[in-house]
């Protein structure tokens, strides 16, 4: 299902004023015209029935007002129901950066797949201009690739809202990932065999490492490690193993690094989020 994600919250009247390219969107790309409705996801996380109130070509704004019941909370008294949930398990891409038309490819899809945050990670054999193309993209002051994550979530729907941090160096990315509070598995997508485990071992054994006395699983962080063209070095491997992340070998044909990280982030989310279907017996 097709959404318009939203900056802003809906004013004291319960409505919307659209400008600027969320406008060109709208009224030139969509084609909305006054009475259609459409689903708009608010800085909540609630999905949003709204109504097209008004399009004025001359301000270039456009303007949405609530359609059926209220979900966001408008000052003046409508209540609020909490906002959606993105469920118990919290995906982040750890992706070694690539060139950059495939880091623009992957951080689209790992929207579109629900990851909370992406983390552009300098890795030894990734190359420096790569790297420096990366550091400028991730800074908050550049929007190229918030565009881009705000066009996949239109169009995949998802409750997430994804989120591209600064670019760090390898060890620092593992640093970042070990300070994070709760409970955690990591895994890192290797194209070597030795050393490594399918995924549902590994998901396995990390479900049961995090979760040792519940049958059913709490919340998680999950993180997901993928190379960039040239893989990860086998120093890397070794650290990221020391830092908690669990060697996996996708049991498939040789995979560009854009490839790996839909493949993988996709094996390994049906692996947790099934968990509870499938049993691995001894």
Known sequence: ????????????????????????????????????MLHVRLPSGVLQPMTVA???????TLTLSLA????????????????????????HLFQLVPKPPKMDLIIRQAAECG????????????????????AKKSSPSDGRWQKV??????????????????????????SFWKDLPGARMAFVLYERGEGTLPV????????????PLKSSPGNADIAVMVGA?????????????????????????????????LYGLAALQDAVMESDIWKLSE
């Open 54 to 60: 008004r399009v004025d070509g001359r301000s270039r």
């Open 200 to 211: 549902h071992r590994a998901v396995a054994g990390e479900l049961g490492r995090c979760f």
């Open 1 to 36: 299902m097709r959404q318009f994600v939203s900056g802003a919250g809906l004013d004291k009247d319960g409505c919307l004023r659209v400008g600027g390219d969320d406008f060109r969107y709208l009224a030139t790309v969509l084609r909305l015209e006054e009475g259609d």
């Open 115 to 134: 990851v909370s945050s992406i983390i552009p990670v300098a890795g030894e054999f990734c190359q420096k201009g790569n790297v420096e193309s990366a």
């Open 149 to 174: 994550i705000t066009g996949a979530l239109g169009q995949s729907g998802s409750p997430v809202r994804t989120e591209v941090l600064p670019c760090r160096d390898f060890d620092g990315a593992l």
């Open 229 to 261: 063209e040239g893989g990860i070095s086998p120093s890397e491997i070794a650290r990221a193993g020391e830092a908690g992340f669990v060697p996996v070998h996708l049991q498939t044909n040789i995979l560009r690094c854009e490839t790996a990280a």
């Open 68 to 91: 059926g019941d209220a979900a966001d909370a408008v000052p003046g008294g409508l209540s609020a129901p909490p906002a959606v949930s993105a469920g118990r398990f919290r995906f």
